[in-house]
């Protein structure tokens, strides 16, 4: 037995890009936002009241994603307009993909954005995902607004 330290793994590509990918993330939200790295590897910030997370991952070779989950707004009244609303506001939308989940408390109001990041620059990546933010933030005061 020896007193030398056994020698991890080396890191796997695909592991490699996405940290890449997630690191060009953090430091292009880190411009606007107070950004924590979770223990699951998502980067997790606030826009306003809007709670958001950002995941990376890699489809195929090449093509490394990252995918923008904020949370627009929860336990609304489940309410047949509002969902309309929302709804209508989805189909207008440039930057994500607009979810209403019926829970027990109501509804909940998630946006979604997903695009290929990988070889984008700190400024075109943090335009893009204060794009995505932006909207989620006005779109929870549009709802909000409606209650």
């Known amino acids: 037995m020896t007193d030398e330290p056994m020698p991890y793994p080396a890191p796997h590509p695909e592991a490699m890009r996405t940290g890449w990918v997630l690191a060009a993330a953090r430091e292009a939200l880190e411009r606007y936002h107070e950004v924590v790295l979770d223990d699951d590897g998502a980067l997790t910030f606030r826009h306003g009241d809007v709670p958001c997370a950002v995941q990376s991952t890699e489809l195929v070779e090449g093509l490394t994603m990252l995918s923008l989950t904020c949370v627009v707004a929860w336990d609304l009244p489940d309410d047949a307009e509002l969902a309309r609303s929302a709804a209508e506001r989805?189909?207008?939308?440039?930057?994500?993909?607009?979810?209403?989940?019926?829970?027990?408390?109501?509804?909940d109001v998630t946006l979604r954005y997903a695009f290929p990041a990988e070889g984008l620059g700190s400024a075109p990546l943090s335009t893009l995902l204060m794009l995505v933010v932006s909207t989620a933030s006005q779109l929870r005061t549009e709802l909000l607004d409606q209650r």
Do not use: E, N, P, S
């Not at 989805?90 to 509804?107: K, S």
């Open 90 to 107: 989805a189909g207008q939308g440039l930057f994500g993909t607009l979810g209403v989940i019926r829970t027990d408390r109501g509804m």
